[in-house]
């Protein structure tokens, strides 16, 4: 007996790729540049996991750039199998700016991005990240300097402005597509909110009214269904998903299999999640520049994402706080690996 595939079944209209000036992103889903979060072993995670656009690194100082920090050895390293990348550059100095930009074209970067959107005190309190919001004249003049200096494409990624009194993402779009910036990622809280109170999508409606140029919403969506709905709320070309991913690479198939679908996808099993934490911190310490101690105690809290909502989360997380090496990590998730019973 022949089975007749269903014929009601029609993707949904967003999930087709866009252009970033020559870069194609084949599907409209990109992974946020998260300081701490998104280093090359997560992005790969997601790329193997595939239905995801575009990642990003996570964000680096211009002014450590210049000087040489050693720091940022770590966030310079990915692979062609990320590609395309786009590599997060902050900043207030435009001449800085560009000359990190040239530097990591150099190595490689398929796109520039110019972070406008970090609130925290560290970056706004030099004037960059989203205090360059406050100052759209200043903001304009970094995209400036940073698109004469590279010739891949250059994007920016702010909030919906600096607090609700200065809602300056509309302006700044115009301003930073005028200056060449050839897409933007619109995070629709302001830098006051933080991660605090509701994104405010019709700021990215409104952007993506103003310009011609690709616009990736980004806030508040961490289902299949929010993707749907920022879609069709705002119109936006992409959207970009940020601590929702966290521990979960399988995130970007399920929203892409429910948007060409109508279907959800199971969550994956406790064997899975353990086999691609495990798989996360064995790429880490191989390309760790810091050392392995280093290296795990960083990754404790990282790998407590995988597991969080299941029933063993807790005991998990407080095996994790106590590892120092990867054999010990290894011997931790070994009876996880092996079995699929764990519920």
């Not at 072993?41 to 100082?61: D, K, Y």
Request: aromatic fraction near 6%; charge should be neutral; glycine fraction near 8%.
């Amino acid at each position: 007996m022949s089975i007749t595939p269903p014929t009601n079944i029609h993707p949904h209209p967003a999930l087709k790729p866009f252009q970033i000036g020559p870069v194609r992103v084949e599907v409209p889903l990109t992974l946020a540049p998260m300081a701490g979060q998104t280093a090359h072993p997560f992005r790969v995670l997601c790329r193997q996991m595939g239905s995801v656009g575009l990642v990003c690194t996570e964000l680096l100082s211009s002014v450590a750039m210049h000087y040489g920090g050693k720091r940022n050895e770590s966030y310079l390293d990915w692979t062609a199998a990320e590609s395309p990348i786009a590599v997060q550059l902050y900043g207030s100095n435009p001449q800085m700016m560009a000359e990190a930009a040239r530097m990591v074209v150099d190595l490689g970067a398929d796109i520039v991005d110019i972070n406008m959107g970090c609130w925290v005190p560290k970056v706004a309190k030099s004037g960059a990240g989203a205090a360059l919001l406050r100052d759209v004249c200043t903001a304009t003049q970094v995209v400036e300097a940073v698109v004469k200096a590279v010739s891949v494409p250059v994007t920016v990624k702010v909030r919906a402005g600096w607090d609700a009194h200065n809602l300056t993402a509309v302006p700044f779009a115009r301003s930073a597509e005028n200056a060449g910036v050839q897409a933007i990622a619109v995070h629709g809280r302001t830098a006051a909110q933080g991660f605090t109170g509701k994104a405010n999508w019709d700021i990215i409606r409104q952007v993506k009214e103003t310009v011609r140029i690709p616009v990736i919403g980004n806030g508040d969506v961490s289902t299949p269904e929010d993707t749907a709905r920022m879609f069709e709320e705002t119109g936006c070309d992409g959207v970009m998903i940020g601590r929702a991913a966290l521990g979960n690479p399988w995130l970007f198939g399920k929203i892409a299999h429910y948007l060409r679908t109508g279907e959800s996808l199971p969550d994956p099993t406790p064997a899975a999640m353990a086999a691609a934490a495990l798989f996360h911190a064995r790429l880490a310490v191989e390309r760790s520049k810091i050392g392995e101690r280093h290296t795990v105690l960083e990754l404790r809290g990282q790998l407590t994402k995988y597991h969080l909502g299941t029933r063993y989360a807790a005991v998990l997380r407080q095996e994790l706080v106590k590892v120092e090496t990867l054999a010990q990590i290894e011997a931790l998730y070994a009876p996880l690996v092996e079995t699929e019973a764990v519920a």
